[in-house]
């Protein structure tokens, strides 16, 4: 069965630090990954996309990392604010279709 | 542009009952994917509508159904609802076929309740 984990499943931190989010999957052959945020009760907003052909993508204070190889990828944080607070969860399509699967999620709490 | 918009937001249904949720997809976006969301299972593919046929679907009884129209408009049909079933209910759409295949956007789901 394809899976996707998430470590940790909950961090709590004070503004300012930079953080580090690890995702890993079980298929080297993952098509693609990637990573969303979801506040309490509400949808996904999708944060950055990379491609199996990329290594990497940034968005302002985030970027985000994929090797295939070892089945990981990243989300880094730089100088997290309290508005940073929410669930980030990882996802892609394993296993040779186009089928998503999620990782459970790490819940994240920057306090001022 | 509009974002992706879900309705109902809330819903509260008896066992035994049926529902049908539907998802507008962003204009001009013609793949919509639909997910189900519980603390016990985390979130689950349950399948993807593009060009109105359904491309993929996930490990789930065929009590969930869904359709997708000429306007790209999605619904979602549950029939004889389980306690189980309650959930938040996502749809996402995109660009292009696969869901998730590239950046998908989200509503902001129907939180449905079974009793």
């Known amino acids: 069965k394809q899976e996707v984990t998430q470590i940790p499943a909950a961090l709590s931190v004070p503004e300012g630090e930079n953080l580090v989010l690890n995702c890993s999957f079980t298929?080297?052959?993952?098509?693609?990954l990637q990573w969303f945020r979801q506040d309490p009760g509400k949808g996904l907003t999708s944060l950055l996309l990379?491609?199996?052909?990329?290594r990497e993508q940034t968005s302002g204070r985030l970027n985000a990392s994929l090797d295939k190889s070892s089945g990981r990828s990243t989300l880094y944080i730089a100088a997290s604010q309290p508005g940073d607070s929410a669930t980030y969860l990882c996802a892609g399509p394993l296993g040779g279709s186009y089928i998503p699967t999620f990782g459970r999620g790490t819940s994240l709490i920057v306090h001022p | 542009k509009a974002g992706v918009t879900q309705t109902p937001r809330y819903l509260i249904k008896t066992r035994g009952q049926q529902v049908t949720l539907s998802c507008s997809p962003i204009?001009?976006?013609?793949?919509v994917s639909w997910y189900q969301q519980t603390p016990g299972q985390g979130l689950q593919f349950l399948f993807e509508y593009f060009s109105e046929t359904q491309r993929n679907k996930g490990n789930f009884p065929g009590r969930f159904s869904g359709r997708q129209f000429s306007n790209s408009r999605s619904e979602m049909n549950v029939s004889t609802l389980e306690l189980g079933d309650s959930a938040l209910y996502l749809c996402?759409?995109?660009?292009?076929?696969?869901?998730?295949?590239?950046?998908?956007?989200f509503g902001q789901g129907t939180r449905l309740t079974v009793v």
């Open positions: 298929d080297s052959a993952i098509y693609n």
């Open positions: 204009s001009g976006h013609r793949s």
């Open positions: 996402a759409s995109s660009s292009s076929q696969g869901a998730l295949g590239t950046e998908a956007f």
């Open positions: 990379i491609q199996s052909s990329q």
